[in-house]
């Protein structure tokens, strides 16, 4: 790691002229170097809808199943709910050992179709945090979102008892169907919301996910 700082360095250097795209990379590495001593459960809530074009679904579960590499030697371990109309698919979260298990499965998720019926994948987030989730654990949610809330009242209640329980919630929306209000209303606590245009925009929250794990509470 710290070659692979010096490299950047001297790349963004070179001849007197600043790279910021490399600095990026640098503050990355240096994040990373320092290490992550959190104990934490982590759960991707995936959008499977029909909103979600198989290219985009493909953005997903590659985004999701690229995440354990950043936590590699850590106390962190992952879990998926795969939703659409219904819950689909299911990760249990799975031993910090076993990262590449969970990869594994994360690859061979398939799309799960219907309108995008979140408050069904909070309810099951909700248990698989009771069932699997580790006392005194950092206990976060990365939550995908295509469209507008549905059942919003099904969702506020799902959300009420998550808060509660002391999960932390990221919620990320995707296009032009997500309304600030949407996410605003899928917080537990005070921590910024994830807008993006498109999915292939994804991979530039892995920062943001690193950060949220091992910041001391």
Known sequence: MTMKILFLLRKTFDNGCFDARNFELIYMSLDFFA??????????????????????????????????????????????????????????????????????????????????????????????FANSGRDGSKQIAIVILSDKLRNRYAVLREVGYLRRAGVRILPVGVGDGVQDRDLRDLLTIANPTYRLNSFSEIYRLSKDIYNSVCQSK
Do not use: W
């Not at 590659?62 to 950043?70: G, M, R």
């Open 35 to 128: 290490g992550c001593s959190e104990v934490a459960d982590v759960m991707f809530v995936i959008d499977g809808s029909d909103n979600v074009t198989s290219v985009d679904f493909l953005h997903e579960v590659t985004f999701v199943a690229s995440q354990p590499s950043q936590f590699t030697g850590t106390q962190v371990r992952f879990g998926t709910i795969l939703y659409g109309s219904q819950v689909t698919s299911q990760i249990s979260i799975v031993p910090d050992t076993e990262h590449n298990q969970f990869v594994n499965k994360v690859t061979q998720l398939k799309k799960a179709g219907g309108q995008p019926l979140l408050f069904r994948a909070l309810t099951e987030l909700r248990k698989e």
